[in-house]
């Protein structure tokens, strides 16, 4: 054991163990200094010996990356969710928001409600109301109350899991501890974003500055960076804020409508953004944002739009939400921000599936408060449709959290000596594999397949990515190192790690606890949902939603991977049929998921069609435990059914009744097969009633299917 005390051997000559509690020791004392000086303004030591801990501790963690603590003092910004916070499943999802970009897209939005709410299609005269208010640019939370009291606190994560972050919540100040008035529901979820104030922001950057320490790009990251951290005494340093707009699971219903419900959380002790207003009408809407968008530069928080809410709640849960958002609610956003500055070069990204995605390099510049240094230019055709070259001044936009792009160029600035920019006709990896495009396809890819390194290493990637198996410690940086020493080549390898720990620990920047810590990470994983399982695959075009749209419809993963078979089967054998019911049972099955086409079901039967794919699978089945995505509605009579309707419904229109059937578990399809349990057939029901008839099926009323989902 290391009897000598650490803190004073060079970094190049300390051993792990020495690291390790040198690591431990500098945390503990730059927490010590930190506290002193930003919540008592009395530091004891001067900046200089500050920043010399915190260079040392940054040193040490270039040395030894898998020693890094969870509570490291460097912790960055806008890193994976920092290790140490609990995980919080919400009962209720914290969804996203469709976006409205312009005055037409608030109107189809409003049409939509119109469309779908019986009473409103039959009397155009009856009004819509809609709450709107600013949309703040913060982080969501989930503030849990149990008899009034603040119970937990927790981040949005994936919106069905998210992290605990309760004891840097309870320092906010604009968040009741114990809520204030009466009438509360015994339990309640308030639902709502911490921002930080633009002042605020730039006060903490200023003493950001001062210290040599890292600089916030704008005030949601470090709003975000503040309360991420783990020791709550920082969070408290940093002045948060929060205004509440909506809720999770109550215990009760609160009586009232959207707006109402917005008063009661005053009353309660929470802020209310003090521009949200009720509306009568889409006109109403219209001009609040014009409103709000002449007041956004003057306001000390930074905001991206204006979402408009559906006041009455008995429409609100009449709508419902699709797998993503609700489809009471629409945030109309402020136009993207834009900046011209320099292309310095294109440079070329291999991603998992092969494209070829060309990146713009350029002089890097500060757009709506982000530094934007680089652009996707997407393919070969957008770089020549927008006319670029290298040299050219640009203008780039960005908005929100999506990824900067290249709007267009600068003629009149075009260096005379600049020349057309010319795709690669090889992969950019060693191997130099001839690229391919296929007609009509806008994509180039790598025909290299499995055998490019950086399909392989991208494949991987993504499988221990945060949305998939999301492995603590197991970064790309890892990924890349281990596949090179040949650690790693396909996703199971990951799971055969353990056999080679001591082999890990013996690598640079590794020993034996940090290799153990990521055993224990990997042990960890190897029991995953189905829907993180399908997403992890990496099948071309399966992303997050279908992922779980595949996991709910098949309920587990024997049945899936039969299905897929099956579907490939019959894919392969009728190559250019061009409606799904030409295809096969299992095909059409597949097509028949609201959400997935054909294009969609051909890159799933092609992954399936490839033997190594299925080698993998099975490799992976022999690995872990896929356990199966808690069944939406179980009890509920109709879920995993398969309905049709058909005609003329009476008592709601048809985007209600489907929107309802989907929310109690039911499959709803376009089209009557074998497959189809129900088919609900209203007056006027033509060719789909017939071959029900045919088929010998269930044929209701609307009455009966009403009375069957227990609603009628
Ligand atoms: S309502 C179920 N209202 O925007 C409806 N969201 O892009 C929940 N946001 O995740 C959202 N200001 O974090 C709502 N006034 C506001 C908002 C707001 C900011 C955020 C929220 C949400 C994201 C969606």
């Keep these: 054991m290391t009897a000598k005390d650490p803190a004073g051997i060079a970094v190049e000559d300390l051993s792990e163990a020495q690291a390790h509690a040198e690591l431990a020791r500098l945390a503990a004392a730059i927490k010590h200094h930190d506290i002193l000086y930003y919540q008592q303004s009395q530091p004891e030591i001067s900046d200089a010996d500050y920043d010399a801990l915190k260079r040392r501790n940054a040193a040490i963690e270039v040395r030894f990356p898998g020693l890094v603590r969870a509570d490291s003092p460097s912790h ?116 709502g974003e911490v921002y930080m104030s633009r002042s605020d922001f730039l006060a903490l950057n200023k003493r950001q500055e001062e210290r040599g320490e890292k600089i916030f790009a704008n005030p949601r990251n470090a709003a975000s960076g503040s309360l991420r951290q783990l020791d709550p005494a920082i969070t408290a340093a940093r002045p948060l804020r929060f205004f509440s707009y909506s809720w999770g699971e109550i215990s009760a219903p609160i009586d009232g409508s959207h707006w109402h ?66 489809r009471w609610a ?20 291999v991603g998992r599936t092969g494209a070829l995605t060309p990146v713009a390099h350029l002089k890097p510049v500060t757009v709506g408060g982000v530094v934007v240094a680089r652009a996707t230019l997407h393919n070969e055709d957008e770089i020549r449709r927008k006319n670029l070259r290298v040299g050219d001044t640009v203008v780039i936009q960005r908005a929100g959290d999506v990824i900067p ?21 090889t992969c950019p990896c060693d191997l130099r594999t001839p690229v391919l495009r296929e007609p009509g396809e806008a994509v180039t890819r790598c025909t290299g397949e499995l055998a490019c390194p950086y399909q392989q290493v991208r494949r991987l990637m993504h499988f221990v990515s945060r949305d998939a198996f999301d492995i603590e410690g197991l970064g790309g940086k890892h990924v890349e190192a281990f596949w090179e020493d040949g650690l790693l080549k396909t996703p199971a390898d990951i799971f055969r790690l353990p056999g080679k720990e ?55 993963l024997k049945t899936w991977h039969a299905a897929m078979v099956e579907a490939t089967a019959e894919r392969a ?56 995505l808690a069944a939406v509605a179980t009890g509920s ?31 709803v399809s376009g089209s009557v097969s ?33 009375e069957l989902i227990g609603q009628g």
């Design 502 to 556: 001591s082999q890990i620990a013996e690598r640079e920047g590794w020993g034996p606890q940090s290799a153990q810590k990521l055993m224990a990470a990997i042990e960890e994983r190897r029991t995953i949902g189905l829907d993180r399982f399908i997403y992890a695959l990496g099948i071309r075009q399966v992303g997050q939603s279908t992922a779980r749209l595949l996991a709910r419809n098949y309920g587990d």
């Design 637 to 667: 009579p109709v879920a995993g059914r398969t309905v049709v309707f058909t005609g003329t419904l009476e008592a709601m229109t048809r985007s209600e009744a489907k929107a309802r059937a989907e929310a109690l578990g039911a499959k």
């Design 76 to 191: 960055r910004i806008g890193a994976a969710p920092a290790a140490g916070f609990a995980k919080v499943r919400h009962a209720v999802p914290m969804l996203s928001l469709d976006n409205a970009f312009d005055e037409a897209d608030v109107r189809d939005f409003f049409d939509s409600v119109r469309r779908f709410i019986k009473e409103l299609k039959d009397d155009p005269s009856m009004p819509i109301e809609a709450v709107a208010e600013p949309k703040i640019d913060g982080l969501s939370a989930s503030l849990r109350y149990e008899d009034g009291l603040f119970v937990q606190g927790a981040t949005r994560g994936d919106g069905t899991e998210g992290e605990d972050i309760t004891a840097n919540l309870l320092t906010l100040d604009d968040i009741p501890k114990r809520l204030a008035g009466a009438g509360w529901p015994e339990v309640l979820e308030v639902r």
């Design 261 to 326: 419900v917005l008063q009661r959380f005053k009353d309660w002790g929470f802020k209310v953004n003090p521009l949200a207003r009720l509306c009568g009408s889409v006109e109403d809407v219209l001009a609040l944002y014009g409103e709000v968008a002449s007041q956004r530069a003057t306001l000390d928080y930074d905001i991206d739009g204006v979402v408009y809410k559906l006041n009455r709640l008995d429409w609100q849960t009449r709508m419902g939400a699709s797998s993503r958002a609700p």
């Design 674 to 706: 074998s497959k189809t349990d129900y088919v609900v057939a209203g007056p006027g029901a033509g060719s789909k009633a017939k071959k029900a008839q045919e088929l010998g099926l269930a044929i209701l009323t609307e009455q009966e299917w009403l």
């Design 573 to 628: 054998a009728h190559p250019d049929a061009r409606k799904p019911q030409d295809v096969g049972e299992a095909y059409e099955d597949l097509c028949s998921i609201e959400g997935i086409g054909m294009s969609m079901a051909d890159d799933i039967t092609a992954f399936f069609g490839e033997t190594h794919n299925l080698d993998v699978l099975s490799d992976l089945e022999e690995e872990l435990e896929v356990t199966s």
């Design 330 to 349: 629409v945030a109309h956003k402020f136009p993207a921000e834009q900046a011209e500055t320099m292309l310095e070069s294109i440079g070329i990204q």
């Design 405 to 425: 792009q290249v709007i267009g160029v600068v003629l009149e600035r075009r260096p005379s000596s600049s020349k057309e920019y010319k795709f690669p006709e």
